[in-house]
């Protein structure tokens, strides 16, 4: 079992900086692969971003390529989304996942856990 909780959530003007932080529990996980997804309002939930177990391996959504880097931190067990360039169409509730499978997988249904989420918006 892991237990996912998201940070660093906030309000931020176009063009604005926000690091996303999440926190996991269970003594596994650097074995697990890691994702980002965000639902907007009225929306279904879409990947942004993910990582595989050792780090080596990324996979970024078309939409947030260039501007968005996910990392991740396995002795503090914890995955990063650092989000530079921000748009409006970026503002959602963002979630972190953990795959048991640790390889790189961008469908919503590919993952196990699932944080509670944390509110990004983006004035313009």
């Known amino acids: 079992q892991v237990q996912l909780v998201e940070s660093g959530g906030g309000v931020v003007q176009a063009g604005g900086s926000l690091r996303l932080s999440c926190a996991a529990s269970?003594?596994?996980?650097?074995?697990?692969?890691m994702g980002w997804f965000r639902q907007a309002p009225g929306k279904e939930r879409e990947f942004v971003a993910a990582?595989?177990?050792?780090?080596?391996?990324?996979y970024y959504a078309d939409s947030v390529k260039g501007r968005f880097t996910i990392s991740r931190d396995n002795a503090k067990n914890t995955v990063y989304l650092q989000m530079n360039s921000l748009k409006p169409e970026d503002t959602a509730v963002y979630y972190c996942?953990?795959?048991?499978?640790?390889?790189?997988?961008?469908?919503?249904?590919?993952?196990?856990?699932w944080g509670q989420g944390t509110q990004v918006t983006v004035s313009s």
């Open positions: 990582l595989s177990w050792s780090g080596v391996n990324t």
């Open positions: 269970g003594r596994t996980f650097s074995s697990y692969a």
């Open positions: 996942a953990a795959r048991w499978d640790g390889n790189v997988y961008v469908s919503v249904k590919g993952y196990d856990f």
